[in-house]
Nanobody, 115 residues
């Protein structure tokens, strides 16, 4: 199993920025892919951004050009830099790790964007 600990959420005004961090309990080289998902009240959880072991990234259309996923292999940490935040970005953000043994999730961190 891998434990994931998120941090960096908070309250920000529209147009502002936040950076989320997800620290994994093991080397991220042992993880096939990592990603950030979000879930707003009354909505399904959706993929925001992902990064594979090889470094390939993908983004939801709604965040392209505003969000950037990256990683620091030496710290076993994946980041989500969020710029130009909008009220519709308000949600609980979850870190996800995909391994052969299954999917693993962090506890979530709240992001609230005020208008």
């Amino acid at each position: 199993q891998v434990q994931l600990v998120e941090s960096g959420g908070g309250l920000v005004q529209a147009g502002g920025s936040l950076r989320l961090s997800c620290a994994a309990s093991e080397s991220i080289y042992r993880i096939n892919a990592m990603g950030w998902y979000r879930q707003a009240p009354g909505k399904q959880r959706e993929l925001v951004a992902g990064i594979t072991r090889g470094g390939t990234t993908n983004y939801a259309d709604s965040v392209k050009g505003r969000f950037t996923i990256s990683r620091d292999n030496t710290k076993n940490t994946v980041y989500l830099q969020m710029n130009s935040l909008k009220p519709e970005d308000t949600a609980v953000y979850y870190c996800n790790a995909k391994k052969m043994s299954g999917d693993y999730w962090g506890q979530g961190t709240q992001v609230t964007v005020s208008s």
